[in-house]
Nanobody, 119 residues
Framework: QVQLVESGGGLVQAGGSLRLSCAAS???????LGWFRQAPGEQRELVAR???????YYQDSVKGRFTISRDNAKNTLSLQMNSLRPEDTALYYC??????????????WGQGTQVTVSS
């Protein structure tokens, strides 16, 4: 089992930057990792993910502004967020992929860290 703890959220003005971190209690080197976010009244959405071989995916709205990275030796996942916009305001979660009967899904989640961007 993997436990995840996010940190680094906060209040920032539009155009500013934040760096989110996610510390994992167990080994994550073989897992795809992701950052998700959920704004009030909205569904949780995938922001970015990174595979065990460092392939990355970004949601269109964050391409060129956010960078996902991982450090397998330290069991950490990060999200560098630049040029932040008010619409980036949300609770941000990190998650790890798990496998069950040949199906992969994000099965372990952190508790979330709040990001608020003021205009």
């Amino acid at each position: 089992q993997v436990q995840l703890v996010e940190s680094g959220g906060g209040l920032v003005q539009a155009g500013g930057s934040l760096r989110l971190s996610c510390a994992a209690s167990g080994s994550i080197f073989s897992r795809t990792l992701g950052w998700f976010r959920q704004a009030p009244g909205e569904q949780r959405e995938l922001v970015a993910r990174i595979s065990s071989v460092y392939n990355t995916y970004y949601q269109d709205s964050v391409k060129g502004r956010f960078t996902i990275s991982r450090d397998n030796a330290k069991n950490t996942l990060s999200l560098q967020m630049n040029s932040l916009r008010p619409e980036d305001t949300a609770l941000y979660y990190c998650a790890t992929e798990v496998a069950s009967s040949g199906t992969y899904y994000f099965g372990y989640w952190g508790q979330g860290t709040q990001v608020t961007v003021s205009s």
